[in-house]
């Protein structure tokens, strides 16, 4: 097979004639046929790649037939030497087994379990003990060998991703790059190496790497951030951000370990990047602010799909809950630190809601301005409650999703219960009361804009020609309150328009009172506000869906 760079380990019949013939003429027993095929096939797969299980066959075969006595002391150490050798140069394979059987080339796995099995095999064997001793301790030397060859291959990866460019940024783009590379080969050696080695030699390959990578991913790591100032840029914090978290899930990874003793390298690796933390917190807050300043100068305070809410309320929910997974993310260990860092967020968070009911409030009349439509206006403030209302709802659902429970579970005895409740709940509960108040002041201002056409109705009504009849003469007001509020109902949310109801039904009756005022009507400007009264009441009462008759019948009624 000459010009082959790898061989199935047959000979040719040819060979195999030559080779019987030969053993015939010189009277070789089978013991050592299969001794000098030993120490041929040994010699060559240091030279050339076949499959090993020819070798297996081979050192199977010398111990079903060894006798010692058989070999003459020139043989037992040309024997010993090719074990020695093989053993070696198989070692020497298994330390760089990243690169000797990648996993991107067909049946690495196969090829590298063949090879442990030789190697195991051969270390059993009678002729192995005896010829070479001390005999060595094959788990301890691949052990060994695997901690020096992933030594070795971090190094490499190491040189291969160092940056062109000597600067903070491209450093810290460098390291998270090496620990991607890291990451993925300890996932590697616990889903798909670890099988291996532990059935073949009893050792967790995922330990052995874990360790040895852990503490050199600790000392590297230290070592290029000893080089970051304290005033770092925007750019470089960010660049931090995700070396922490990619130094996070390494470290989480030590969960897979079957025992350890002692602290590891990375346990206290937060610490590195305090100086950090206030520029990840700052950028957390200027990135909601900015998206959602933007989100409402795009708003055109239309419902959003099938939602009664708008665009800016969905981009500012969304904001929240990235909020929401850089807390998840940072997963501060130190429990006073993290308290902290939860009280900075909701500080944000409630900034943002209370300068988003301004800022929202100024478009919708931004917007009312430019259509000049009373409808449309009324249409802008509908909007503007709903929205405001699904910022008080995202708010309330802030302990829940950030886990408070947890938080104050974990700084039980470092932080006083007292300041929990003020820094926390008290904070969130004055944010959603100031959101409720803006809501209770848009549903007023709605209300003023629709009182206005009640009023102007019911004057129509009480000053309309006493020949018509009653009946005829509350249509106007009527249409027009069907109209209203039967979008109203469709466009706000149900609480917000029982109390807008309430509001617009109060007003219904103080004009209405006017109108009977201490003039001398005929009897048919009474009978037509008698008649409006009367239909009123059912109009806001909606057979159940709107107020209920107790509210509506009171003394004023």
Known sequence: QAGSTSWDGELSSHASTVLYLHATQKDLSDFHQDMAQWLAYSKLYQSLEFNSSCLLHQITSIEYRWVQERLRPQQK???AESFQSLLTYGVSLIRRFRIIFPLSVPRSMERLQSLLRVLVQMCKTKAFRELCTPSPDLPQMVSTALKSGTTEWFHMQKQHLKPMVKSIEENSKALSKLLLEVIEDLKQCQKIWNKLFSTNLKLNIFSIAYLELESLVAEHVQEQLHKVDSSMSRPTAESLFDLYRKLQELYQMKDSLPSRDGPLALSNFHQWFEEALPLWLQKAYTTTLERAQRAIQMDQLKPYGYQKHSTSTVDLSTCYAQIVTTWQQLNWPDPDKAFMIMV???????KISLMYCKLIKERAEALSRSEQNEGEAANKLCI??????????????LPSQLDWAQLEQRVRGVIDPQQIQNALHNQLDSTVACLDHEVRDVVQALATKLEKGIARHIQELSSSSDTQKPEDSIIPLMKFLESEL???????????????LTLLWHHSLSVLSAAAGPQVPSVQHYQRLFCALKSLEPCFHAEGCGLPLETLRTAAF
């Open 77 to 79: 150490a040309e024997l």
């Open 384 to 397: 503007v409650v709903n929205n405001i209302e699904q910022l008080r709802l995202l708010m309330l659902k």
């Open 486 to 500: 039967q979008y109203l109902n469709e466009h706000l949310v149900q609480e917000n328009f029982k109390s807008l």
């Open 344 to 350: 900075n967020l909701l500080e944000d968070m409630c």
